[in-house]
């Protein structure tokens, strides 16, 4: 299994949130937090990243977290080269690995990867140089690590110590690498209660999650919550399985409305990873109602990448000092 | 209707030229001017954007105006995030003002868009937040004013004060963006007399410009003027309809050739937007020729979209002054 | 035909390196290894173009050599303009000259330019004002000078002088432009000995070459030889030439194996300009052993284009210096 965390003690990797110890999370949501801007509205920066080259190389394709961590890596001021390089490219010219080698020898510092293939940022950490660091932007629906910490740093930030929340996460968590990471990290924490909320065909295994609450009835799923994490739907998935419900029909029985949203603490938050279906699993007044911290986990989710891209830098630093 | 002007009296959008007031103009058109290069070709550049971001939000496909907006904001040393996103991801996935609300979350500080339809730009305008500016490149066949300061600035610069001209403007007027914020722009400044030269089915309805000039024949349209504006033929209309000649017939009937040029002052300008049809709507020679400015156009368009930029960032510095 | 070289004696375009003086390379190659890192693998960078402007006009997609020339452009310093435009939408829209004159109105200094047909760069350099450059990327199968220069230093590096060695190149020799200025580059250093190697079909015409061998063999090919390069097999010329074997038939016959490889020197290096198919044209291990120079190719390159880059700078400064 792949060490993330360099013999030094220094994060070098970030690929999935398991096995993470908590006081490294807790050193992460800490520098986020410095990352946060003010009051002004003004982008946050510092030269964390100066001289450095961060990769985004996405092989599928990503319009807001590609953007989010280019202006991440941007705003530390790195270099950033932007890479989408599409599956069926991939498939008909070199390898994975050799497209890696080749940037490597480029001088890139920093990749950051997006695949539809489980193992594959894991494969990349494995294979890269020792002064190489790879952060996982979204893998399959195994992991997406940057967006787990971002809605831990929401939940935080709103809600303060994680260990006495009930949280609810609703819709397609069997195929939701956001759910996954979400889950791993409000576990790291001790959350109170964590219930997973849908049809009998979008919850995980029970032995993957075997504290997790599986509930199939939205309002009971709400009762009493902190947090409600409403899942993005793939629509295309409604085709595949006929027991799933179409659009209109999900809405009806599991979409978040405000009469269902009140079943949850008067103050619970609500979550959604973007981008929203509105009108299929949240209703848009909920979307935009002052509970909604959606935007926020926006902010938060830049915030996060540059935290993870300046920690990640240190280890190369340390790297480098080693060598001399 | 959208304020383009903030309550402390800077323009903070820019999205139409119509309403705008001239001082505001001529102190745009100044700032242009200080942005053209000297001498030696070299690129002018400050750092009036140091520390925003500018994202350059195309929702419809452009190389030239995306590389005009995009060198001008790096060369006031803006971050610069290009999105090409075309309207069919559009319609699957998010609603635009979800799109705009999440990149606005990332601390966009302007939007440059792009787009095929009418009134998305001032949507998105009245929908983002109070610190964030939106410029139009672009939209429909409506509105393109960074086009109309960059006409009226060669113009300008080549024959000083604009209200003694008579300029020609010929081609497909009703489906042009680009005439319709030059024809805007020259009656601001109170061109002496504007024509309109084209088949019927190429003139806007007499209402939307009374004061102009509407001309079938281009040797007629071309008599006395000071200034030609040959518009770019989009020759895709000329399937669509029977009645428009095709290239060539539309060449031997309306083409700017120099026999047809000699009509117009000796010393007249030969404009176009580009990207030309070199055979079509202008002879080759002519766009060639020392009466031509066409390049000086494309020059005189960085200037002009680095002084809006560095306009509406002064709206910004004086928002945020007004938050401490 | 095209003058490389300004009046004033300075490099200003890079189209071909037919005709270069050995003087001129070897400056060019000392500058490159200036820009090659040291032993931390941090990459190498200065000022040498701050306040200029690259673009990268890629008529012919390209991920590896864009993302070198960005690299480099951006580590001198440099703005980068990225802009692929497809050869189809070339043909529909304006003629390429228009766009090169456009993009020059934009005070672009360099034109990075990769075309499928042979003349386009030549075309470019002689077309552009005075204070602007021109490099070839990549020109249909005729010229891919950096490529031939990355070639020479690696080759430099590891084997000293060059006049004492003996290089083979196998494979698609014929429709190769990393082969052309590779033979050109080691012909201008006086190689020892250049040998073709491949099926006749593969071979470029004898007076194109006249002091190259030829062999239809490999292991008589390889025998004794200081530098093998392997050439990436277009596998997509299989179907249109029976002449040819196919991949598994074409490793059979032609492909780099260890066992092939004892034929060479006991210290040969063995090169390819990746894309690699592994198996085809090179088998796996060979591809990664210790006498594999593939990957410093790579880094080679970026140092050459900086090199290149920083060279025709020099040229630009001096043109601005004479104007004033």
Redo the contacts between chains.
């Keep these: 299994m792949l060490e993330q965390i360099a013999p030094n003690g220094l994060l070098r990797h970030l690929i999935t949130l398991d096995g993470l110890e908590r006081a490294l999370v807790e050193q992460l949501l800490a520098r986020s937090r410095y990352y946060l801007?003010g009051?002004?509205?003004?982008?946050p920066?510092d030269a964390s990243l100066h001289?450095f080259?961060v990769a985004n190389l996405f092989f599928e394709a990503s319009?807001?977290t590609r953007?989010?961590f280019?202006?991440a890596a941007?705003?530390l001021d790195a270099?950033v080269?932007n890479?989408d390089?599409n599956t069926s490219s991939r498939i008909k010219?070199?390898?994975i690995l050799?497209?890696i080698?080749?940037?490597?020898?480029?001088?890139i510092?920093i990749f950051v990867v997006r695949d539809a293939s489980t193992g594959v940022p894991d494969m990349i950490a494995e294979s890269v140089?020792p002064?190489v660091c790879v952060l996982n932007a979204g893998e399959s629906n195994t992991s997406h690590p940057t967006q787990g910490l971002l809605d831990l740093l929401t939940i935080q930030l709103h809600k303060g110590d994680i260990s006495g929340l009930r949280v609810a996460i609703i819709g397609d968590i069997r195929h939701s690498r956001v759910a996954r990471s979400a889950a791993r990290a409000l576990e790291l924490f001790e959350v109170g209660e964590l219930r997973f909320v849908g049809p009998q065909e979008f919850l995980p295994d029970a032995e993957e999650f075997p504290q997790a609450a599986r509930v199939h009835e939205i309002d009971a799923g709400l009762d009493g919550v902190d947090v409600v994490m409403a899942l993005r739907i793939q629509k295309e998935r409604f085709d595949e399985d006929s027991e799933i419900p179409d659009g209109e029909e999900y809405f009806r029985r599991f979409g978040l409305t405000g009469q269902r949203l009140k079943h949850a603490r008067p103050d619970a938050i609500v979550m959604h990873p973007?981008?929203?279906?509105?009108g299929t699993e949240i209703d848009s007044d909920v979307a935009d109602s002052a509970q909604s911290v959606i935007?926020?986990?926006?902010?938060n989710?830049?915030a996060v990448r540059m935290a993870v891209l300046a920690q990640v830098a240190e280890y190369i630093r340390a790297w480098?000092s080693a060598?001399?």
Aim: glycine content about 8%; hydrophobic content about 30%.
């Design positions: 801007a009051a002004d509205a003004r982008a920066r001289g080259t319009t807001r953007a989010s280019e202006l941007k705003r270099e080269l890479l390089v010219g070199e390898s050799d497209t080698y080749t940037l490597e020898a480029m001088h510092d140089a002064h973007g981008p929203m279906n509105r935007r926020e986990q926006v902010t989710g830049v480098r060598q001399s």
